[in-house]
């Protein structure tokens, strides 16, 4: 009998690093880590202009890691954080995000070079990953070597991410896009500000008639729902409501169908951007945690709700308009 044994090729961790759709979503796999570290405030840097020799850096607050931390739980590859350490963040009590122990490569898809300083308990510990070096080691990747240099230092705690040695071939993430995908990801996460290029990504930014409340529903339980319609004639980019279960956002921001009525225009919905927390929905989640069962009661009560406020919202907003909104979706 032959005892076989695993071999991994260090090219494994730039092609885990690989699997995000765009460099905006792999960064927010950066901030991600940083909610999970119960950070209150994370610092995106993206250099103005292609070409430049700046680097794209992630800072936060958080509770940093310690170098045994940074060597067994940082370098270690597909480690289930939650199964380890709970599904709660230590001090924030936030739902963990990360779950699969491969985000921290995100940003290696955009950069050649990822530097991590990161500090606990006035020490500061840094460690260099390298893509090339990465690509030109034959051995197994536990073979390869990473520095790990910690010193004491007055800091406070939390983690820098230098993503270094931009792809050229790729564009830089698009600030726009950056923006409202993180507004999307953690618009309402308590206590979690996040600033690229010292601007505040907040959706209360948007200008418009905002409202916000809680609400108990018979099937779905309590939702809470915050929403803005844009005082701009100007379209939303990606709008609708986005729905939240358990922390974490479900499908494509939705307009409850009345995006399909053609009795509701086009151009008032795409002014409503917002967002929805039903925790009583969990039960009808599927398990890839991409969409909600649209036969389930919870659901079913929370779209027809939903379908009235909206259009009470838009009527009394665009009044002047000469809305016609007809009397059968109110009352169907
Ligand atoms: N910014 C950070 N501050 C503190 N600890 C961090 C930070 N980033 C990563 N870590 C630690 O490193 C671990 C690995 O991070 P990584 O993103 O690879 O996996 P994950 O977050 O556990 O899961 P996922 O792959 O789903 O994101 C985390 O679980 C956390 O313990
Ligand atoms: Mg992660």
């Known amino acids: ?138 051995n197994d990747l536990e073979e390869l070597n990473i520095e790990v240099i910690s010193r004491a230092s007055d800091n406070p705690s939390g983690t820098k991410i230098i993503l270094s040695g931009l792809n050229q071939t790729l564009n830089l993430p698009s600030i726009e896009k950056l923006r409202e995908l993180l507004i999307f990801e953690f618009g309402r996460q308590p206590d979690f500000c996040i600033y690229i290029n010292e601007e505040k990504v907040t959706f209360e930014d948007i200008q418009g008639t905002k409202k916000a409340f809680t609400k108990r529903l018979n099937e779905t339980g309590n939702i809470t729902v915050s929403l803005v319609i844009s005082d701009q004639k100007k379209s939303l980019k990606n709008p609708g409501l986005i729905i939240r279960v358990g922390g974490r956002v479900i499908g494509e921001p939705t307009f409850f169908g009345l995006g399909h009525e053609s009795l509701v225009p086009k151009k008032f919905l795409n002014r409503i951007y917002g967002e929805i927390e039903a925790d009583g929905l969990i039960e009808a989640v599927n398990s890839g945690w991409d969409y909600i069962y649209e036969n389930s009661k919870g659901y079913a009560e929370l779209t027809s709700f939903m379908k009235r406020f909206l259009i009470e919202e838009l009527k009394s907003k665009f009044k002047d308009e000469t809305i016609e909104l007809e009397n059968e979706i109110l009352h169907e």
């Open 1 to 138: 009998m032959n005892i076989a044994k695993f071999k991994v090729q260090p090219r494994v961790v730039y092609l885990l690093s690989n699997q995000y759709r765009s460099s905006e979503q792999a960064l927010k796999e950066l901030v991600n880590n940083a909610c999970d570290a119960d950070a209150e405030h994370v610092h995106i840097t993206i250099p103005m202009e292609l070409f430049s020799t700046e680097s794209i850096i992630i800072q936060d607050d958080g509770v940093g890691m310690s170098a045994n931390q940074v060597i067994n739980d940082y370098l270690n590859i597909a480690y289930n954080r939650r199964a380890r350490k709970g599904e709660l963040t230590p001090f924030k009590k936030r739902k963990v995000r990360g779950h699969k122990g491969i985000g921290k490569f995100a940003g290696l898809v955009a950069a050649s070079q990822m530097e991590v300083q990161t500090t606990h308990n006035k020490i500061t510990s840094t460690l260099v990953i390298n893509k090339d070096d990465l690509y030109n080691y034959d």
